[in-house]
């Protein structure tokens, strides 16, 4: 009998997996679009804040946060002074030691040794090298002497490679040779990998023989440059922090334990080399230190390493220069300062930004950040959602209706399915053709079972209802910005669009903005409309596209629907051009009350939605009212969708 195994499917991305959903995505940007806000910015503002819920991932901002708090902590660790501090404090040590041991000593090549004692300079390095070939008289203060030789090795050393200082714990010459021969083998595969010779297998045989002394453990000669690079930076700029003198010191310093430990040239090399390699690295900026514990040479250029990660991680974080992308962020660098959870946020948000695109609810063309028809869809519906969910009960049954939009009430008769037909199928009467063209099957244990053709199927015959051309004409003028009422306007606009796509898709709907000039806009351009910063309302203009829409469907029922915040101030000239004045001149609005008299005739009813109180707006709307026999309503902006819909569906309902 075959036994099987299940486990963990690891060559690739499971393929029994659901798709990624990012419709919770796309609805939290649609919050930010329905607004007011660019799909780039809504996107942006979405990886910033993260996606709370089921898939809880924190985002761009808490992570910031988390960076500028670690900044903070490194900044307050301690001073960078340290290693000079306690090279000071063992050589006064060194000295004192030496003189308590010369002091009881009568004889003259005692004082003379204080006298060289009290030649000493003042500066350390100076001090130390010029005590280098002193013979001491006090053991105790010659093995000092030798703990600061040994303390500035290991400090030196630690501040370029960062695994030495353990290394180097003991003072053993075996060890010291061992650094000098990787210094030199590193330099000679850095300078074969300058001459294109260098291979993997070379740097393998590097590591095998040196490894334990780069706890970093990189990969290839790539990694291990940026590891000593940046370190190499962080030492720099630890100098460049450091007052003058103190910066004089710690140089002498290092330079005179390069040269005693036989290392200078080929640390030079490698500094060259690493510089070259890695300019962009901040190698002379820095930083300010405010804590008051010292710090030894290589803890403070740890602390200065992982600051400038920080730094160049925050600025990545920001996204806040041109182009910025979530790609831009260097995982690496977030997993050695937020750890591996943080990693795992970074990589579900570029999920989100990635999945919006292949699943068709993003485009980029051109560099720029488009939303497709599919995005604009479902905009339209949350749009749509929020409109029923401030209706009455009773009102929102007439959304949710399941037959709306159909063709009329069922007459009770079936006729032959024709390709097109949206009308209900008729099971039975379809079941019933099958039965009769041989279609049945019966199977012992099995049942029976009607194979159905195209043929066989039926459609329920329905009234016929009346079809609707609506013109929604929507106010693009730079008012509607200032006064806050853009982004209701907007949602409105998607809200009637989505309305009549799902539930009255027999119905011609156009939706015409205008400011000093009108235009027709399309579905897919709604949810990054955004104002104009022009001057001029002009309705004339937009009524005159909407009675072309309603000539070119005369057979359909006219809705006419004007949402603005001002009476009109521009119309069309006969040349084309729009004229503008304010305040409004005569023939502005003789024009367009002339095209609201057309509008009468077609018998299209005008209803219009003023978002502002101005005496001259009441004044000409009372006026299209009286010509018209339309209706004026004055929502708040945050219900003028609610207004609008439910006053489509009103018509719609009496049509």
Known sequence: MTAYRYGEFHDGPDPLAPPYDVRAALDEMGDAILSGSTPVHALRDLLKRGLPGAQDRRGLDDMLREVRRRRRELRERGRLDGTLEQARALLDKAIGQERAELFPDPSDDARLREAELDAVPDDTASAIQQLTPYEWRSAAARQTFQELRDLLRREVLDSQFKGLRDALADPDPEAMERVRQMMSDLNDMLDKDARGEHQQADFDAFMAKYGDLFPEKPRNLNELVDVLARRAAATQRMLASMTPRQREELGNLINQTLDQAGLSDQMRRLGEALA??????????????????????????????????????????????????????????????????????????KRIERELEEQGYLLRRRGKLELTPKAVRRLGETALRRVFSSLDAGRRGDHDQHDAGSAGELTG?????????????????????????????????????????????????????????????????????LRGTWAAAKQTALALQALVASKFPQDAVQIIGFSNYARVLQPDELAGLDWDMVQGTNLHHALLIAGRHLDRHPDFEPVVLVVTDGEPTAHLMRNGRSAFEWPPSSETLELTLAEVDKMTRRRATINIFMLAGDDRLKEFVDEVARRNGGRVFSPSADRLGEYVVSDFLRVRRAR
């Open 413 to 481: 008769s079936s006729r032959p399915w024709r390709f097109g037909d949206e009308q209900p199928i008729d099971v039975v009467r379809t079941l019933v053709n099958g039965v009769r063209g041989g279609g049945l099957r019966t199977a012992p244990g099995q049942g029976a079972s009607v194979r159905l053709s195209v043929d066989d199927f039926e459609v329920a015959e329905t009234e016929r209802r009346s079809a609707a051309a609506i013109c929604l004409l929507v106010d693009l003028s730079y008012s509607m910005a």
């Open 276 to 349: 070259a390699r890695r300019p962009d690295l901040a190698w002379d900026s820095s930083e300010r230190m405010t804590g008051e514990e010292p710090l030894g040479m290589g803890d403070a250029v740890t602390a200065l390493e992982e600051l400038a990660d920080l730094s160049q991680l925050e600025s990545a974080l920001r996204q806040d220069y041109p182009g910025a992308r979530l790609d831009d962020i260097d995982e690496a660098a977030v997993r050695r300062a937020l750890g591996r959870s943080a990693v795992d946020d970074l990589e579900g948000l």
